[in-house]
C-alpha cells in the first residue's frame, strides 16, 4: 500500500489567494483527519470525516476554511482567502475505525504539506 | 473537553543515555488510550507506543516504555540506551475511548547529542 498521499508537498502562495491541499487515504480506511501544525500550538485537529461524512469540525479556525470528502479515496482542505497565519504544515491522516466499542486504533499519517503564505 | 500537555518544549542528551520525556493529561473519562508518536525531520509521523488505560501493565516496545500513572493523569515515556536516531520531535496524544479523533500536545523536541 502506498500510504497516505498527500498533494502538494510544499506550497507558496501570496496573501489573497485560494489554496487547495489534496489527500487520498489508505484504501479500506474509513476515517480521515486533517490536522495542523505550528510551532506555537503543536497539532491541532481541524476536521474529521467518517464514511465521508464530516463529523467534527469544531478545530476549523475561520469561515475561511472548508473541506469536503467527494468519495471515500479523496479530500481537500481549502483555505479561501489564504492569510500569513495560515503557514503551517498540514497533515491528513487516516484509519480504521471498527467494533463496538469504536476502535480507532492507528492513525496512518501522510507526509505533509508545508504551506507558507506571503 | 480533553487536554494534553507536554510540559518541556525542548530536551537534549547525550548518546547512550536514558530519558524521559513527560506528559499529562486531562480528562474526566475512565476508558480511553494514550499514544507516543514520534516525528523525525523528514516529517513523517510514526507511532512509538500505545497505551489502554485499562490495563496497569506498562506498554514497552523495545528501548521504549512508558510510565502510565492514572491517578495522577501522567503517561512518560522512557527512552533508554538512546541513539542519534532517536533525535525527533515527540508528541503525547489521547483518545477517548468509543471516539474516533485523537488529541495531541504541542510537543517536546528531543536532540541526541554524539
Known amino acids: 500500500d502506498a500510504g497516505v498521499i498527500q498533494s502538494p508537498r510544499h506550497e507558496v502562495t501570496e496573501m489573497g489567494q485560494e489554496v487547495t491541499l489534496r489527500c487520498k487515504p489508505i484504501?479500506?480506511?474509513?476515517?480521515l483527519f486533517w490536522y495542523r501544525q505550528t510551532m506555537m500550538r503543536g497539532l491541532e485537529l481541524l476536521i474529521y470525516f467518517n464514511n465521508n461524512v464530516p463529523i467534527d469540525d469544531s478545530g476549523m479556525p475561520e469561515d475561511r476554511f472548508s473541506a469536503k470528502m467527494p468519495n471515500a479515496s479523496f479530500s481537500t482542505l481549502k483555505i479561501q482567502p489564504s492569510e500569513p497565519r495560515d503557514s503551517a504544515v498540514y497533515f491528513c491522516?487516516?484509519?480504521?475505525?471498527?467494533?463496538?466499542?469504536?476502535?480507532?486504533?492507528?492513525?496512518?499519517f501522510g507526509s505533509g504539506t508545508q504551506l507558507s503564505v506571503l | 473537553a480533553q487536554t494534553v500537555t507536554q510540559s518541556q518544549p525542548e530536551m537534549s542528551v547525550q548518546e547512550a543515555e536514558t530519558v524521559t520525556l513527560s506528559c499529562t493529561y486531562d480528562?474526566?473519562?475512565?476508558?480511553?488510550?494514550l499514544f507516543w508518536y514520534k516525528q523525525p525531520p523528514s516529517r513523517q509521523m510514526i507511532l512509538v507506543i500505545r497505551?489502554?488505560?485499562?490495563?496497569?501493565q506498562n506498554a514497552t516496545e523495545n528501548r521504549f516504555s512508558v510510565n502510565f500513572q492514572k491517578a495522577a493523569k501522567s503517561f512518560s515515556l522512557k527512552i533508554s540506551d538512546s541513539q542519534l536516531g532517536d533525535t525527533a520531535m515527540y508528541f503525547c496524544a489521547f483518545m477517548k475511548l468509543r471516539d474516533d479523533k485523537i488529541i495531541f500536545g504541542k510537543g517536546t523536541r528531543l536532540h541526541i547529542l554524539p
Open positions: 484504501s479500506g480506511h474509513n476515517s
Open positions: 497505551q489502554e488505560a485499562y490495563k496497569q
Open positions: 480528562t474526566s473519562e475512565s476508558n480511553y488510550y
Open positions: 491522516a487516516s484509519s480504521l475505525v471498527t467494533g463496538a466499542p469504536r476502535t480507532n486504533e492507528k492513525l496512518f
